[in-house]
């Protein structure tokens, strides 16, 4: 099942209308609408929901770091002389798969005309998709005639030759058309995602290229392997009254930094010059020093930071485990995630 709160909802779909006119003499009127889609940020660990064909992950409505899949029920109405003479009922599929390892990714584009009654065969099905920026997209779906129980399928290709960071949606214009018939398009946007080059787009590390969605906040649960270092987490993030990173508390999440300074200033205030008690263990510290709420944070409160002495084996698997989450999710300077122990 989804599960609410993960996120603030994100709209894939708005409510949108179009109209298409024949010649005056006789003033036929093809309109478009289509019901709002809004997708949730998905479970961590899940069940596939139903309702969405296998291709569309993580589920109907739902999106993840890389993954967004959108179902929306339209109905094209065909009017003439203001009397209803036909209607058709469809459904759009949406799934785009982003790619952290490239700024090239796809997404699968499908409708459906699901049931319909009156003149509503032989409209042809054109869809346009453009993206912002450094962002390129281009419509491999076929302009093909409606027909109650056939499906129009195709995909749309996305480019994106930004050099430091873009971020951008995708704007659908789809449209219904008949020669004699002036057409408006039914216009609708998916969620924002984001494709970073370098560290100029705010990180530390050389990650190459790829595209994410930001408004998506990945849990790292890797820490959970670590006895010493989970069990000092779970502490701090009971303890204190912000619960960072704690989403199962209700807690803030965690914001990366990759400022220099504040790294060395939360490791500074959180261990300072604390002497190991014996060989082979290190200081802790939890918030990490990596994200804004380290132990240097100014709106801390009493319990929200704290460390403990753990073995140094740990540390240096932590420190693996970290930067391959910030990889992985391409987790940049000011990206939001949870932590789960």
Not at 33 to 46: E, G, I, K, N, R
Request: include cysteine; proline fraction near 5%.
């Amino acid at each position: 099942m989804a599960l609410a709160g993960l996120a603030a909802l994100a709209a894939i779909g708005t409510s949108v209308g179009a109209t298409a006119y024949a010649a005056p003499q006789s003033q036929p009127v093809l309109s478009v609408s289509l019901t709002p889609a809004h997708a949730q940020a998905a479970a961590p660990v899940q069940g596939r929901a139903a309702g969405a064909p296998s291709w569309c992950a993580p589920g109907p409505n739902e999106y993840n770091r890389t993954q967004a899949c959108a179902v929306e029920n339209g109905t094209l109405t065909v009017r003439l002389n203001k009397k209803v003479v036909g209607r058709l009922n469809f459904t759009v599929t949406q799934h785009i798969g982003l790619n952290v390892k490239s700024s090239r990714f796809a997404e699968k584009f499908s409708v459906t005309f699901t049931s319909g009654a009156g003149d509503v065969t032989g409209f042809l099905t054109e869809l346009t998709a453009t993206c912002g920026g450094t962002c390129r997209a281009v419509s491999h779906v076929p302009a093909e005639p409606t027909r109650v129980g056939g499906t129009v399928s195709g995909t749309i290709d996305y480019s994106d030759s930004t050099t430091t960071k873009n971020t951008t949606r995708t704007s659908y214009a789809l449209a219904f058309t008949r020669p004699g018939y002036q057409s408006t398009p039914a216009r609708w946007s998916s969620l924002n995602y984001r494709c970073d080059k370098g560290n100029k787009a705010g990180r530390t590390g050389n990650y190459g290229t790829g595209c994410v969605f930001p408004g998506f906040r990945p849990f790292e649960t890797q820490q959970a392997a670590l006895p010493g270092i989970s069990k000092n987490i779970a502490r701090i993030q009971k303890a204190g009254p912000h619960h960072y990173g704690a989403y199962g508390l209700h807690g803030a999440a965690l914001h990366r930094t990759a400022n220099g300074k504040t790294i060395a200033d939360n490791r500074r205030v959180a261990c300072g010059k604390r002497k190991a008690p014996t060989r082979g263990v290190s200081c802790d510290e939890y918030p990490f020093a990596s994200t804004r709420e380290g132990a240097a944070n100014k709106s801390a409160k009493r319990g929200d930071w704290g460390w403990a002495w753990v073995p140094v084996s740990e540390q240096n698997k932590q420190r693996d485990i970290l930067n391959n989450f910030y990889r992985n999710n391409r987790i940049l300077d000011g990206d939001a995630f949870w932590v789960a122990v």
